[in-house]
Structures are given as C-alpha cells and as structure tokens.
C-alpha cells in the first residue's frame, strides 16, 4: 500500500496539513479521508516515497537491539 499525504480544508474552515493516508492508489486514500473528514475539500495531495520516515518494518531482533543499546 502507498501513503499519501493530505493538505486539507476541513468543512468548518480549518486547514488541515500533514494528513498520512494509506490507500492501494489516490483514489482509495481519498475516499478513506472523506470518511473522517466529510465535506472536506482536498487542497494538496502528495504521494509518500518509500523508504522515507520510520522503518515499520523492524523484526524482534531489531527491537531487542533497540531497547538494549546503551548510550
């Protein structure tokens, strides 16, 4: 799945920035957001690289070596 990252109007005026959405394409992320965010209109939409941000893909073994790193 891909992540897509919103800048949104919400319906009462508010700008909304930094929305992380994941969908198969744009299309599903948008109708996920229009779920939460009913009568919201979509000012910028960009596509999140993979590879970017946290790695969410850590093992047990990556865990463990995180929690007993010492400084």
């Known amino acids: 799945?891909?992540?897509y990252?919103?800048?949104i109007k919400a319906r009462n005026g508010l700008v909304v920035e930094n929305l992380?959405?994941?969908g198969q394409d744009r299309e599903d992320a948008e109708?996920?957001?229009f779920q939460m965010y009913r009568g919201s209109t979509v000012l910028e939409?960009?596509?999140s690289q993979p590879g970017t941000g946290r790695d969410e893909s850590l093992d047990v073994g990556g865990i463990i070596?995180?929690?007993s790193k010492q400084e």
């Open 31 to 33: 109708r996920k957001l």
């Open 1 to 3: 799945m891909l992540k």
């Open 45 to 47: 939409c960009t596509e």
């Open 65 to 67: 070596s995180l929690i």
């Open 20 to 22: 992380f959405i994941q």
């Open 5 to 7: 990252q919103f800048k």
